[in-house]
T-cell receptor
């Protein structure tokens, strides 16, 4: 299984500011994914981060609000820009196993915007 | 596109009783199905996965799930609940054209009464 580390694990941010979340994997993976889990809700895919190309965003998510970097095969960042209280969520990084049939998640970054 | 329905947002059982958490997917058979568990203030942990190898899948912590194509179901069971099983459980399916993208159900919060 993949070991996925996320930083920060928790943060409290002021509205209007931006926060960058880091995701580090212990092995090289082709695709990394960013999910959002709003309070009391299920998980929603934000985007797929591909190394060497721009991220692919799901409907309802845009690059200006959630810019993503993927500089190498073990690391990705998600920035939550110009935050509002509605952005208070858990943001989770995930990767696909080398066999392609298992998805692993990081511990999540718990973000509260005040 | 795939969809997932989890019946019962809250389920309460007594310690030692059978746990049954329901999950139904949309009519087309998804490539993979998963159950994840989220303990309070933690990220997602993979419980088990179905990848077409066997219809009855055994996972960690004594949980198992049976894939029933005729019922489009993938219900999660455990013969005897333990207090430590109290958590939120998410069923997820993969997209047919992107097997590493997951569609999540809305989750079921399991409470275990002493």
């Amino acid at each position: 299984s993949a070991v996925i580390s996320q930083k920060p694990s928790r943060d409290i941010c002021q509205r209007g500011t931006s926060l960058t979340i880091q995701c580090q994997v212990d092995s090289q993976v082709t695709m990394m994914f960013w999910y959002r889990q709003q309070p009391g809700q299920s998980l929603t895919l934000i985007a797929t981060a591909n190394q060497g190309s721009e991220a692919t965003y799901e409907s309802g998510f845009v690059i200006d609000k959630f810019p993503i970097s993927r500089p190498n095969l073990t690391f990705s960042t998600l920035t939550v820009s110009n935050m509002s209280p509605e952005d208070s969520s858990i943001y989770l990084c995930s990767v696909c196993s080398s066999s392609g049939n298992t998805i692993y998640f990081g511990e999540g970054s718990w973000l509260t915007v005040v | 596109a795939q969809s997932v329905t989890q019946l019962g947002s809250h389920v309460s059982v007594s310690e030692g009783a059978l746990v049954l958490l329901r999950c139904n997917y949309s009519s087309s058979v998804p490539p993979y199905l998963f159950w994840y568990v989220q303990y309070p203030n933690q990220g997602l942990q993979l419980l088990l996965k179905y990848t077409s190898a066997a219809t009855l899948v055994k996972g960690i912590n004594g949980f198992e799930a049976e894939f029933k194509k005729s019922e489009t179901s993938f219900h999660l069971t455990k013969p005897s609940a333990h207090m430590s099983d109290a958590a939120e459980y998410f069923c997820a399916v993969s997209e047919e054209d992107a097997t590493n993208k997951l569609i999540f159900g809305t989750g079921t919060l399991l409470a275990v009464q002493p």
